[in-house]
């Protein structure tokens, strides 16, 4: 059995009511590295999430955040982000977002993110399109740096590694009309979508905070890819550029070392 895009939906609104009323509460806090945060929240989302899927889809494999992988039929394979932004979460900055996303054969076709702070809801189907709340999304028309405004993450290890992303921040944050740092990938790529953002990219992800996002943005026009310019931006190391046909060329060229 197949989901429905309205089944996401649902699932998605559900989580997101469990994130809004533990909002600003006093939270047990772990750490999965030095900055790399999980509250009791993303785990009884991420619970919720994983047992409806679990009842109404039984079988059907799951990769998610926290738990990671819940074995079953690779066919029908879900991708689950209970809480996109946690830090920003634990310290009571209202960013934050739930990500699901359903694939068949290795193909996402499903996608929902939805903010529960302003209840933003994205949702989009592979060759249907895409809607926030009902409104259809296209990506920015922009076609020039000095025009956009451009969005970005940093990884986790950004202490050690030498692919911080630094050194593109300070390269397009020179070339544009600012860089933004939100702290939820998946809340980046619906911005794109929306046309808020004209560019999004980041190195060092994982597959479930680009799932939802990426066909999302996809499905409003951007060009999404890895920042070698393949469309394989799930397969690791996770990398990802998403940007409206006029820009993305002129931003792979500088994230691949040729510009």
């Known amino acids: 059995m197949k989901p429905a895009l309205s089944d996401l939906e649902r699932l998605a609104?559900?989580?997101?009511?469990?994130?809004?009323?533990?909002?600003?509460?006093?939270?047990?806090?772990?750490?999965?590295d030095v900055i790399d945060l999980v509250t009791e929240v993303d785990r009884q989302s991420e619970a919720f999430l994983l047992g409806e899927i679990q009842r109404l889809f039984p079988g059907h494999q799951i990769v998610s955040e926290e738990i990671g992988l819940v074995p079953g039929r690779e066919v029908d394979q879900w991708y689950v982000d209970p809480l996109d932004g946690t830090v920003n979460y634990a310290h009571g900055i209202p960013i934050f977002t739930v990500s699901i996303a359903y694939a068949r054969d290795g193909v996402v076709t499903l996608g929902v993110v939805y903010d529960?702070?302003?209840?933003e809801l994205f949702a989009a189907e592979r060759g249907q399109g895409v809607w926030c709340n009902g409104r259809s999304l296209q990506v920015s028309r922009v076609t020039e740096f000095q025009r956009s405004l451009l969005v970005t993450g940093f990884p986790y290890d950004i202490w050690s590694t030498p692919k911080n992303n630094l050194d593109y921040f300070g390269r397009f944050t020179r070339m544009t009309q600012g860089v933004r740092r939100l702290g939820s990938a998946a809340l980046d790529l619906c911005y794109v979508a929306a046309g808020?953002?004209?560019?999004?990219w980041e190195l060092s992800l994982k597959p479930w905070d680009l799932a939802a996002g990426g066909l999302i943005a996809a499905e409003a026009g951007a060009i999404v890819t890895n920042l070698d310019g393949r469309d394989e931006y799930l397969a690791p190391p996770c990398s990802l550029l998403a940007a409206p046909p006029g820009l993305h060329p002129k931003m792979l060229e500088i994230l691949s070392g040729k510009g």
């Open 13 to 32: 609104r559900q989580a997101g009511e469990l994130l809004r009323l533990g909002y600003e509460h006093e939270h047990q806090v772990d750490y999965k």
């Open 116 to 119: 529960p702070m302003r209840d």
């Open 196 to 200: 808020r953002f004209e560019g999004y």
